[in-house]
Nanobody
């Protein structure tokens, strides 16, 4: 089973930026990061966990390589570096409503059709989650 560890959260003012990073490790024999669909999710107090941005493996791009919820389009960018076993979320022009605990997640690509499906919680019982990193936007 893979393990995920997020970093990069913090307290910033509205309009500022943060870059979240997720390190994925513990691959079983024969598996690598590109065997997984990856995603960023967030959960604010009293609210459901929601998919923010997800990214497919390189051979799943026919279904859409990246996905963003409408509220972050144009502000957030998800990228992955398979050689470094990392997925990133660059968050620009942050708003107070972006405040939440942010989690990264991975799912074996054969169990999920792609980025949009992952962010919409398709097959989420198969997801592996990180511990979360706090993002707070306040002035």
């Amino acid at each position: 089973q893979v393990q995920l560890v997020e970093s990069g959260g913090g307290l910033v003012q509205p309009g500022e930026s943060l870059r979240l990073s997720c390190l994925v490790s513990g691959f079983i024999s024969g598996f690598k990061l590109d065997d997984y669909t990856l995603g960023w999710f967030r959960q604010a107090p009293g609210q459901e966990r929601e998919g923010v941005s997800c990214i497919s493996s390189s051979d799943d791009s026919t279904f859409g390589y990246t996905y963003y919820i409408d509220s972050v389009k144009g502000r957030f960018t998800v990228t992955r570096d398979n050689a470094k076993n990392r997925v990133y979320l660059q968050m620009n022009s942050l708003k107070r409503e972006d405040s939440a605990i942010y989690f990264c997640a991975a799912v074996y690509k054969i169990l999920n059709p792609g980025a949009q499906a992952m962010c919409q919680m398709s097959g989420s019982l198969n997801y592996v989650w990180g511990q979360g990193t706090q993002v707070a936007i306040s002035s």
